[in-house]
């Protein structure tokens, strides 16, 4: 994103710092930022086409379901210039197989950047290869460490992403848990993150043995084109717990 690039940001502000930040952070490099708040999905495409914004920033799941919509409307996203989409908020952006149908919808790269209210932007992938996410060294010292034992984790298995700010002065943290379940990888003088934030230690589901994490369900349920929105069930009365998925096609 540079002066004189046209952003389009579809989504209601609220009180989320984020949507404030990004914003914000876009007129403040020359960007020309539209906001697209309170709006219906149509309302927004026709906004995107009459605007003519070549950048569109929103969640993955929220760029897919634009996608579906336009294609309802006889206005495909292909058509309404998007060269680059940012996305945030959810792990699509990192996931190969969403990314892929993201950027095969818009005819766009989609690059994926995550961080948190409580220590900011943390991350963002890599110009050269789309399955990296760069850590802001020069911001944060980083480290990866096993959830439970607290030692450092080796390059390329997955822990859990520590950050300490260096220079957030009105909020210092020290050896913040981000609660990211990340694999970290050589990158240069530092490491990066390959495969983006893959899961949480929080949402980790164990069944009949087997660890599932929300991302990896998500993964293979985008891989088929067909399926549009989709919900998952965990049902623990049985003695073996089952997963129950259901879905909804276009």
């Not at 010292?141 to 959830?147: G, S």
Request: glycine residues 10%; aromatic residues 8%.
């Amino acid at each position: 994103m540079k002066a004189g690039d046209i952003a389009f940001f579809p989504f209601s502000f609220g009180p989320f710092l984020g949507f404030w930040a990004g914003f914000e952070a876009a007129t403040r490099m020359g960007v020309r930022a539209v906001p697209g708040g309170g709006l219906s999905s149509e309302d927004r495409l026709q906004l995107l086409r009459h605007s003519e914004s070549t950048i569109l920033c929103c969640t993955p799941t929220y760029a897919l379901r634009l996608a579906e919509v336009g294609e309802k409307m006889k206005l495909p996203v292909s058509s309404l210039g998007i060269s680059k989409i940012i996305v945030c908020g959810e792990p699509g952006g990192s996931l190969s197989e969403i990314r892929q149908r993201i950027e095969t919808a818009w005819q766009a790269r989609v690059y994926d950047h995550h961080g948190m209210t409580e220590i900011g932007p943390v991350s963002v992938s890599s110009a050269s290869d789309p399955d990296l996410l760069l850590l802001r060294h020069e911001s944060y010292f980083c480290e990866v460490i096993d959830p439970t034992t607290g030692s450092h984790t080796p390059f390329g298995e997955t822990g859990e992403l520590v950050l300490t700010t260096l220079g957030r002065y009105g909020s210092p943290l020290l050896r913040y848990r981000t609660g990211d379940l990340v694999m970290p990888v050589a990158h240069g003088d530092h490491f990066a993150l390959r495969g983006g934030v893959l899961s949480r230690t929080d949402d980790m589901v164990v069944i009949r043995g087997i660890n599932i994490h929300p991302s990896s369900i998500d993964a293979i349920v985008r891989s088929f084109p067909d399926i549009a929105e989709y919900q998952v069930e965990i049902d623990q009365r049985p003695a073996l717990a089952e997963i129950n998925l259901t879905h909804r096609g276009h």
